[in-house]
């Protein structure tokens, strides 16, 4: 599959199979995670692998109940280990989970972005720094919903040259 191939496959699954997902698959998705690029290649991101049942529950009741974070088999959570510059760790984030979501389809796994979450109880959930910004955090296994992709907008409505 090639890099629009992915693009083309990848969904937001909100239900997920009690299955588990392949350490090889994992080691991969991690992997595009560590390559991607980042500002000044700081490389200021750290990821927690959270695949315990019982912590997933107690992320869960931090993240507006959605039910993926517990369903999927792993939970990757998307922490900023540099804040400095204009929220340019937004950036680099927002890149590594975009590369995950890419590695993942082309895995064979479903996926969903959770960005509503109590970020303090999170952070203490999982011991992360007061220094470091938990920025989002990603479902990743075996979806049980087989719904299509949700359309996108045309190119015409999102894309316009040398002017807004």
Known sequence: MDVIGAMKA?????SYLPRKVEQEKLNAVLEAVRLTPSRHNDQNIRVIVVRDSALKQQI??????????????????FC????T??????VDMSLATGFALLEAAEQ????????????????DL????????????????YGADNSP???????EEIVSYDRF
């Not at 993240?63 to 990757?76: I, R, S």
Request: proline residues 3%; glycine residues 6%; contains cysteine.
């Open 126 to 141: 999982l011991h992360v720094p007061a220094s470091a910004r938990v920025v989002s955090m990603v479902a990743l296994g």
């Open 108 to 123: 064979g796994l479903d996926t969903c972005i959770i960005c509503a979450f109590r970020e303090d109880a999170v952070k």
């Open 10 to 14: 990848r969904r937001s699954v909100r």
């Open 60 to 77: 869960r009741q931090q993240a507006e109940t959605q039910p993926m974070v517990e369903e999927a088999d792993v939970l990757l959570v």
């Open 80 to 83: 900023a280990t540099d804040r």
């Open 85 to 90: 510059g204009q929220y340019g760790y937004v």
């Open 149 to 155: 992709r949700k359309a996108k907008k045309n190119m």
